[in-house]
């Protein structure tokens, strides 16, 4: 069944991938429906490239593309072509049509994807390469993939993405990693070039092209490591920070799954949501917070982290709550104890949904406490004790201990 309810039964939208080599790297099947399609739609690049095939009506992309899109569902049931990049669903166009058009009334004859070209290029095993999306995308997404020894293939946005990714490789001590940029791979001008991130001085470089990381670290390299809990001089903070241990606990105790929505109450330096979005790509996250200095600190984080697609509310809970979309998981670090934050909290939670609140203060203690009698769940205290100087020796100087209410709304 389609999406709108009515079946189809055979499919009549064709998306083709085309490559840089155009005509010559189509097979004789999608030549032939390139040649008998009433309506052909894609890029203007597409359709030079494309250019001796068709014979029907030529419709390219619009903007905002959505227009284009509408275009296509109206001719639902009449043969329709759409030409695409590479394979089109790796970071293309099958995506977006498959949220309006059911899979069951689409037929796809992929080409190479850019990644599996610059793969075979290079050698690369792909299965053992980390491959992502910068095209239209900031560059931060790649700062968590910047492992030692690691090997990255990156889709620039145009002509100036590699120099761009060389400056962020040096700014944060990778500069001694090499960089390969892959231009119009499989085409008449394909070239491919190798340079230390350090020295990279390209230019000219075609607008489509592929970069390939071999991460190499500098003793200085902001390395963000795997594991949960991360070292909290890596954020920008005033104080107000679930330190590193805590936010351990904190973050075993919020059980991150894919895909999963969190309010992070009362978010601070945003350590938290941040750690949270560095789970999966998937994650979401939205960071609540009162004040306007700790918003931007939050903003900048997030970028440094490479998940700049965490969510900022500047607001204080629970009025700034209200028009916020329904969280799978809620975290309350600060402001818990003020009225009604906490029930606002429990209400917005989906059923099913996980809420995990720290205290430090007796105010907030006795909050929890109270919560813990009416509602159950499960109550820990946390106590860190960090050695440090006394005199010429060294002692244990406790922190200040944190009671932790842990619940799930039936």
């Not at 330096?269 to 790509?281: H, K, R, T």
């Amino acid at each position: 069944m389609s999406n709108n309810g009515s079946a189809i039964v055979a499919p009549w939208l064709i998306i083709i991938g085309i490559g840089e080599d155009g005509v010559a790297g189509l097979g004789e099947e999608a030549k032939r429906l390139i040649q008998a399609a009433p309506v052909v739609f894609g890029g203007a690049r597409h359709m030079e490239l494309a250019s001796a095939l068709i014979r029907g009506e030529r419709q390219i992309w619009q903007s905002p593309f959505e227009k284009s899109v509408e275009a296509i569902v109206a001719r639902r049931g009449s043969p329709v072509v759409v030409l695409a990049s590479g394979d089109p669903f790796l970071y293309g166009i099958g995506a977006t049509l498959t949220r309006r058009i059911d899979a069951a009334e689409m037929r796809t004859i992929p080409a190479p994807s850019a990644f599996s070209l610059a793969a075979s290029r290079l050698g690369w095993p792909l299965q053992e390469v980390t491959t992502i999306s910068l095209h239209g995308r900031p560059l931060d997404l790649i700062r968590p993939h910047l492992q030692p020894g690691a090997r990255v293939l990156a889709l620039t946005s145009d002509e100036h993405g590699p120099k761009a990714l060389a400056g962020l490789l040096c700014e944060n001590g990778f500069g001694q990693s090499r960089l390969t940029v892959l231009e119009a791979l499989g085409g008449n001008n394909e070239h491919v070039s190798s340079h230390r991130a350090e020295r990279f001085s390209l230019e000219d470089v075609q607008a489509l092209n592929v970069c390939a990381v071999e991460v190499i670290a500098g003793t200085d390299a902001r390395v963000l490591p795997l594991g949960g809990g991360l070292d909290d001089l890596l954020f920008e903070h005033d104080g107000q920070i679930t330190k590193r241990e805590v936010r351990a606990l904190t973050l075993s105790a919020l059980a991150p799954r894919r895909g999963e929505l969190l309010w992070d109450i009362g978010a601070g330096s945003g350590s938290i949501a941040i750690e949270w979005m560095l789970a999966d790509p998937a994650m979401r996250a939205i960071a609540i917070e009162a004040s306007p200095e700790r918003v931007a600190r939050i903003g900048r984080n997030a970028f440094r982290f490479g998940v700049p697609g965490l969510v900022v509310v500047e607001g204080r809970a629970p009025e700034a709550l209200l028009q916020l979309p329904r969280p799978d998981v809620i975290f309350i670090g600060g402001g818990g104890s003020e009225p009604g934050v906490l029930d606002a909290a429990i209400a917005a939670l989906v059923p099913g949904g996980r809420l995990v609140a720290n205290a430090v203060t007796t105010e907030m203690e006795a909050v929890l406490l109270a919560q813990h009698a009416r509602l159950g769940g499960s109550l820990i205290r946390i106590d860190i004790a960090r050695a440090s100087p006394v005199g010429t020796m060294t002692g244990w100087r406790p922190a200040m201990p944190v009671m932790q209410w842990s619940w799930v709304k039936a």
